[in-house]
């Protein structure tokens, strides 16, 4: 726990962790051992500019604290957003978007005089509305009286698509 107690200071410091902490010391029955191992971390984090502050002990060996980062997260400086999600961590099904394509197909109907619309969409997408959606833009001509026309493209995001109205 010692040298623990010396290594977490670092790794704070190096991975310029903040917020509250808690670090789970193991095994310190002992008043002693545990006032041993808090100096350490005392004195430790005592040249940490992330102006750190060691809040409390509980009975089970938990140490809670709280650290200010001194600068932005390694991994802000280090990685930027995902260009296809913008950062979120998740894309849309493809089921999701043969569910748009189908409100953006309907919203468009009637607006403007054309022969037909042409759909673009990823691979995934297409292949879903050509299989187990086939039926619904069967059902999406007969009711707007239009031909749907399905082309993939494989350059799209997974949740990209476009209708175009020919």
Same mark, same amino acid.
């Given at each position: 726990?010692?040298?623990?107690?010396?290594?977490?200071?670092? %790794?704070?410091?190096?991975?310029?962790?903040?917020?509250?902490?808690?670090?789970? =010391?193991?095994?310190?029955?002992?008043?002693?051992?545990?006032?041993?191992?808090?100096?350490?971390?005392?004195?430790?984090?005592?040249?940490?500019?992330?102006?750190? %502050?060691?809040?409390?002990?509980?009975?089970?060996?938990?140490?809670?604290?709280?650290?200010?980062? /001194?600068?932005?997260?390694?991994?802000?400086?280090? $990685?930027?957003?995902?260009?296809?999600?913008?950062?979120?961590?998740?894309?849309?099904?493809?089921?999701?978007? $043969?569910?748009?394509? =189908?409100?953006?197909?309907?919203?468009?109907?009637? %607006?403007?005089? =054309?022969?037909?619309?042409?759909?673009?969409?990823?691979?995934?997408?297409?292949?879903?509305?050509?299989?187990?959606?086939?039926?619904?833009?069967?059902?999406?001509?007969?009711?707007?009286?239009?031909?749907?026309?399905?082309? /993939?493209?494989?350059?799209?995001?997974?949740?990209?698509?476009?209708?175009?109205?020919?």
């Amino acid at each position: 726990n010692l040298e623990a107690s010396v290594t977490i200071a670092r %790794q704070l410091r190096l991975r310029n962790l903040g917020g509250i902490i808690i670090i789970d =010391f193991i095994d310190m029955l002992e008043a002693a051992h545990r006032r041993q191992v808090m100096d350490a971390l005392v004195a430790s984090l005592a040249g940490d500019h992330g102006r750190a %502050q060691i809040a409390s002990e509980s009975p089970l060996g938990l140490v809670a604290m709280t650290r200010k980062r /001194t600068r932005e997260s390694l991994e802000r400086l280090m $990685c930027k957003p995902c260009p296809t999600c913008d950062g979120r961590g998740q894309v849309k099904t493809a089921e999701t978007v $043969c569910y748009e394509i =189908f409100r953006e197909i309907l919203r468009q109907h009637g %607006q403007f005089n =054309f022969k037909e619309y042409v759909v673009l969409a990823q691979p995934d997408v297409i292949e879903l509305l050509l299989d187990e959606e086939a039926a619904s833009i069967a059902e999406l001509e007969e009711r707007t009286g239009k031909s749907i026309r399905l082309q /993939t493209e494989g350059l799209y995001a997974p949740d990209q698509f476009d209708v175009v109205l020919v």
